[in-house]
């Protein structure tokens, strides 16, 4: 299957810092990438949605000035978790899709965010 | 509201054991996907299923696709210790650019 690249798997941040979290897909063009977060022992819950080249959209209850998300090119798109707080460590997965026939998403190893 | 609902939510068996996990919906997909998740990492596909009926196998495992599209199941044959994980089901409407909807998960806990 297709590779899909997400770094860094584990970041340990102070309060009221930003991280940045880098979704790459390696082997083929994602037009549209998808941004998840996992608690303990649930399932993934879908924060926004990233398309190549335009503003992403954002479920609702997520705040889009919070979690900002740049789709900058075909094989790239970056979640920053801005001004963090304790309650936002949590497990942040990324997932492509490409074009046409490729239906399936696949999935970067996700981030493990720890907020001290 | 779940749209996917899956059970059992969790299961623990025996190694050798048979078990089936059921996906269920009230609305039709194009597609479904199922993944298996161990902790700490992310999702890895399966399977996909795009034709209502379809059935596909994968070594022990068997899915089937619903004949109205509404609902998968996977049959795990003589289950082993590392068939541990999280089982995800996940649907597609389209081929574009929406979102998979995540069932629920089942945790399953094989013992050797």
């Known amino acids: 299957g297709a590779v899909v690249s997400q770094h860094p798997s584990r970041v340990i941040c102070k309060s009221g810092t930003s991280v940045k979290i880098e979704c790459r897909s390696l082997?083929?063009?994602?037009?549209?990438m998808f941004w998840y977060r996992q608690f303990p022992k649930q399932s993934l819950m879908l924060m926004a949605t990233?398309?190549?080249?335009?503003?992403?959209?954002?479920e609702q209850g997520v705040e889009k000035d919070k979690f900002l998300i740049n789709h900058a090119s075909l094989t790239l798109s970056t979640l920053t978790v801005t001004s963090a707080h304790p309650e936002d460590s949590s497990f942040y997965i990324c997932?492509?899709?490409?074009?046409?026939?490729?239906?399936?998403?696949?999935f970067g190893q996700g981030t493990r965010l720890t907020v001290v | 509201t779940q749209l996917l609902e899956q059970s059992p939510q969790f299961l623990s068996i025996q190694e050798g054991e048979n078990l089936t996990v059921y996906c269920n919906s009230s609305?039709?997909?194009?597609?479904l996907q199922w993944y298996r998740q161990e902790p700490g990492e992310g999702p890895v596909l399966l399977v996909t299923?795009?034709?209502?009926?379809e059935v596909k196998k994968l070594k022990r495992l068997t899915f089937q696709f619903g004949d109205a599209r509404k609902d998968s199941s996977l049959h795990i044959t003589a289950a082993q210790p590392g068939d541990t994980g999280l089982y995800l089901c996940?649907?597609?409407?389209?081929?574009?650019?929406?979102?998979?909807?995540f069932g629920s998960g089942t945790r399953l806990q094989v013992q050797p």
């Open positions: 997932s492509a899709r490409g074009q046409g026939a490729l239906i399936e998403a696949f």
């Open positions: 082997d083929f063009q994602a037009t549209t």
């Open positions: 990233s398309n190549e080249g335009s503003k992403a959209t954002y």
């Open positions: 299923v795009v034709t209502g009926g």
């Open positions: 609305s039709v997909f194009s597609s």
């Open positions: 996940a649907g597609g409407k389209d081929t574009g650019r929406r979102a998979l909807t």
